[in-house]
């Protein structure tokens, strides 16, 4: 079977990189032609339109920015034509509404849709240690599960469409209120000349220690957030995804509305492709 994975972004290529090695037919399509040049040589086929990606597969892997780029892609009258008797697995972050719009539409045009939203960066696709979150039915998780291993060891069956979806923007959610938190303490500790090294031993013997600290504290005191594993304009757009459905939901978004403005500050200064971590930036400016 031909997988084809649509969108080639910092997740999506590794994706269809990690599917070429466990034996798989794969075919890429990206938007942006030029950096998906090289797969060929790698033995992995690339798609000059949609409508191509989605006739060269019978499984469909949507990697793309956003509900917008999903339905530029997926549902352009070429594309569309193409969708029946194929599975579509949507496994970048989109609310979990627009998710559920996109299974009525798959399935008016005569396909299967799932989601698999994944929870990790480059490292984890690599090594194989993705988390994913599967929403569907009992049956598509069977049918599929042997296929999404080839991203994380155990896929999760959470619930029906846009269960996992949720779930997603809830784990990204944390991402944003971490790293916002950290930065000002860090910025704290700094400009009261405390030594991190004993600010960072303290945090790590305490119930307030998360891996994320540790993780990015080198990229915080190098102020350096090139090569990123996720971006700080995506991180803004799943900040924004959660806002509307938490706020829908009832829930307070208050802590959350604090976060954004420091997000959009961040894109503002130019560092939108840059690490996420590159929020320190907002918070902790140089003096």
Not at 180 to 204: C, K
Not at 211 to 221: D, H, T, V
Not at 274 to 287: C, G, H, M, R
Request: glycine letters at 8%.
């Amino acid at each position: 079977m031909n997988v084809v994975v649509m969108g080639a972004g910092l997740l999506g290529r590794p994706m269809a990189e990690r599917l070429k090695a466990t034996g798989r037919m794969v075919t890429v399509y990206n938007r942006t032609q030029a950096k998906v040049a090289d797969l060929p040589k790698a033995g992995i086929a690339v798609a000059e339109t949609p409508a191509e990606a989605v006739r060269a597969g019978a499984c469909l892997i949507l990697m793309l920015a956003d509900a917008r780029a999903i339905r530029e892609a997926l549902f352009a009258p070429a594309a569309r034509q193409e969708i029946r008797g194929r599975t579509v697995i949507q496994m970048g972050t989109i609310g979990p509404q627009e998710s559920r719009e996109f299974q009525r539409e798959v399935q008016a045009a005569g396909g299967d849709y799932l989601e698999a939203p994944v929870l990790g960066s480059i490292t984890e696709v690599k090594e194989q240690r993705l988390s994913v979150m599967v929403g569907g039915t009992e049956a598509q998780f069977e049918q599929w599960a042997g296929l999404l291993k080839a991203f994380g060891p155990e896929p999760r069956l959470i619930g029906p469409v846009g269960s996992a979806a949720a779930l997603k923007l809830a784990l990204n959610q944390l991402i944003a209120a971490e790293i916002a938190a950290f930065s000002l303490s860090l910025g704290l500790v700094q400009r009261e000349g405390i030594a991190v090294d004993t600010f960072m031993d303290i945090l790590r013997q305490s119930a307030l220690f998360a891996s994320a600290f540790e993780k990015k504290l080198p990229r915080l005191l190098a102020r350096d957030y090139a090569n990123p594993n996720f971006s700080a304009r995506h991180l803004l757009k799943d900040v924004d995804l959660f806002l509307k459905e938490a706020a829908a939901a009832g829930l307070n978004v208050g802590s959350l509305d604090g976060v954004r403005p420091l997000l959009n500050q961040t894109v503002e200064r130019g560092l939108a492709d840059a690490d996420y971590s590159a929020l320190f930036e907002a918070v902790n400016p140089p003096v």
